[in-house]
């Protein structure tokens, strides 16, 4: 079993308060890891130092057994590493290929002195990315305040994958959707994996970690406090893990 | 919804309704004109045509220096007396030229490109007051107002800039293109023809220099990174920074292209009026506003374009030019740009989702 992507031992404290505690985990590429917690268990804090948005205090992370030193959000991405936030960070008001290339538009020439932006070929491009995708949205120049939740989250992951992420992590990625959307966008990341990327997502939604995860993480104030196969455990024994129930220890 | 002609069902949304609000502006200008012919049977003429441009030069300028910045979702509020600036510094310098012994070409070319310089000045201050220490773009702009008007006070001493050399009027008055009933074309320079033969002028020389400007930027906005960027910042800041856009330059450089068309507003002034004084532009902010609303952006930030401010900036020309040759006072221009403002924002509201 080698990780894609491992930490371990990773600490973020704040002030007095420990938010990660010592944790180790791993992601294997084509592997969807679930990240489970109640409010305040961690989950976020060290999803945001593997992206860079937080310098760990103690530990280390590990792509492709080479460690890393994360600077910054800009760092992890140019590593392979891509957040979805729970917001998208979209901007609602341009279509999308302008998302999709947003930072990262494609020039070319003009007049010789000028640089345009190019924007036949990112048409084209995402095109491509959504149809790769099987992703369909009706008109790739309706601005993002046109599309639906799960357009956006589609149009979201379509601008991380593009980039040739190598892991993808996902902040409560079903959270604002219809019941027929959060089913497409299962579909979707269970079509990533097969990709052979590296998915670690972030839910309170049982069901959808039931889904779609293969391995389930719990953490409870800071701590990772287990860790099964989703297809060796039962949503009672995760629950039980999450608010830290003590009969769950005597079935292990 | 349609893939090919790029249409979502809201777009589609109201048909009639809708493209009627979409094309207010445009049936808003017919009307103005329609009225002003009525009232004034030599009114619609090419030259009257080319009086509004003309006339409405700073206007255009200044609306385009708003749009920028409104855009971003900030605003600058010391256009017009950037603009005001620009006048002073462009007039004492073009003096001091030629008093200097320089021939009047030289010197006000010189002494346009030194107000082009000193006047991207306040704009780098705005800028980097609102994206480096975070001020407010309203706060920092309105103290950059203060700070322009004082120094073109404290430089003109309650004097306006005068005794600019006589070609500076002449570039200023002047057209691009002139045909004397000869039928020779002549650019640039008025042919001597008899007393009483008519000749046509062709595009007074400010308008196109105004929109040489004009169209240089609607191209930087809408074909470059720097013009998406734009977009996205005043879309969702937050999505912009996380996508790696440089913020921070961007604002700066957005306060400077403003200041950069308040600064060419105040040497097409120059030229034409050949004078220079502090409040030049002061009445100004309100127009340059109102044409970037007119024009269908949104003051949150996110939307807007060139074309279509120019447009809204063309309602604010036709409407002041055709007053005065009504012999109304301007101020009745004031009351009007005012009402207009607020219809502008009205129609918006009561016809949503045709923003771009």
């Known amino acids: 079993m080698s990780y894609l992507l491992e930490t371990k031992n990773i600490t973020k404290r704040f002030g007095g308060l420990i938010a990660v ?21 961690g989950k976020s804090t060290l999803i945001k130092m593997i992206s860079g948005v937080y310098t760990p205090d103690e530990g280390e992370i590990f792509l492709e057994g080479n460690k890393l030193e994360i600077a910054s959000p800009r760092d992890a991405i140019a590593k392979g590493i891509e957040t979805i936030y729970q917001d998208l960070a979209l901007a609602e008001n341009m279509d999308v290929p302008s998302n999709i290339f947003l930072g990262r538009e494609k020039t070319r020439r003009a007049l010789g002195c000028f640089n345009v932006l190019n924007n036949d070929y990112m048409t084209k491009e995402s095109e491509k990315i959504l149809d790769e995708l099987d992703i369909n949205i009706p008109s790739l120049k ?24 190598k892991v993808l992590i996902m902040d409560e990625p079903t959270a604002a959707l219809g019941i027929s959307e959060q089913k497409k966008v299962l579909e979707l990341v269970s079509s990533l994996r097969k990709q052979g ?20 993480i719990v953490m409870r104030r800071g701590v990772k406090v287990g860790e099964r196969l989703a297809r060796k455990t039962t949503s009672e024994e995760i629950v039980s893990l999450i608010v830290g129930a003590e009969m769950v220890d005597n079935k292990n | 919804m349609n893939r090919d002609t790029g249409l979502s069902n809201a777009d589609f949304k109201g048909g009639i309704r809708y493209s009627l609000g979409r094309n207010w502006v445009l049936i808003f200008i017919f009307l103005e004109l329609l009225i002003f012919s009525l009232a004034n049977k030599a009114f619609f003429s090419i030259e009257t045509i080319q009086l509004i441009l003309f006339n409405g030069t700073e206007v255009f300028l200044l609306a385009i220096a708003e749009l920028f910045v409104i855009i971003t979702g900030g605003i600058d509020h010391s256009v017009g007396f950037v603009m005001g600036f620009a006048t002073v510094v462009a007039s004492k310098s073009i003096v001091a030229l030629s008093g200097a012994g320089l021939p009047p070409f030289a010197s006000i070319l010189l002494g346009s490109l030194l107000t082009v310089l000193i006047g991207l000045l306040p704009g780098f201050v ?14 920092a702009t309105f103290a950059m107002l203060g700070v322009t008007h004082g120094v073109s006070e404290l430089l003109t001493q309650g004097i306006p800039a005068k005794n600019l050399p006589s070609l500076a009027g002449d570039i200023g008055n002047g057209s691009f293109l002139y045909i004397p009933p000869s039928g020779v074309w002549s650019f640039f320079v008025r042919p001597q023809v008899e007393r009483g033969q008519h000749v046509w002028a062709i595009i007074p020389n400010m308008v196109v220099f105004s929109f040489f ?26 999505a912009a920074i996380r996508s790696g856009i440089n913020v921070k330059h961007d604002l700066v450089k957005t306060y400077v292209v403003s200041s950069l068309f308040a600064s060419l507003a105040g040497i097409t ?25 007119i024009g269908g952006a949104s003051m949150a930030g996110g939307s807007g374009s060139v074309g279509r401010t120019v447009l809204g900036a063309l309602i604010i020309a036709v409407l002041e030019t055709g007053l005065r040759i009504m012999g109304l006072q301007t101020f009745t221009t004031y009351i009007l740009v005012g009402v207009i403002l607020i219809l502008a924002v009205v129609i918006e509201q009561a016809f949503p989702n045709f923003k771009r």
Request: a positive charge; proline letters at 2%; glycine letters at 10%.
């Open chain 2, 126 to 139: 705005n800028g980097w007051l609102v994206a480096y220490l975070r001020v407010p773009a309203f706060i």
């Open chain 1, 142 to 165: 309706a601005n993002i305040r046109n599309l639906s939740g799960g357009q956006r989250q589609a149009v979201a992951i379509s601008r991380s994958i593009y980039w040739n992420a």
């Open chain 2, 213 to 238: 400007f004009i169209a240089l930027f609607a191209f930087i906005l809408k074909r470059t990174r720097f013009g998406r960027h734009l977009y996205a910042i005043g879309g969702n800041m937050d």
């Open chain 1, 197 to 216: 990327i590296a998915i670690i997502i972030i839910s309170h939604q049982m069901y959808d970690v039931f889904q779609v995860a293969d391995r389930i």
């Open chain 1, 21 to 41: 505690d010592h944790v180790s985990f791993g992601v294997e590429a084509g592997e969807v890891v679930a990240l489970l917690g109640d409010n305040g268990a």
């Open chain 2, 269 to 293: 002034y120059v030229m034409k009026y050949i004078t220079g004084k502090p409040d030049a532009g002061a009445n100004m902010v309100l127009e340059a506003i109102a044409a970037v609303v």
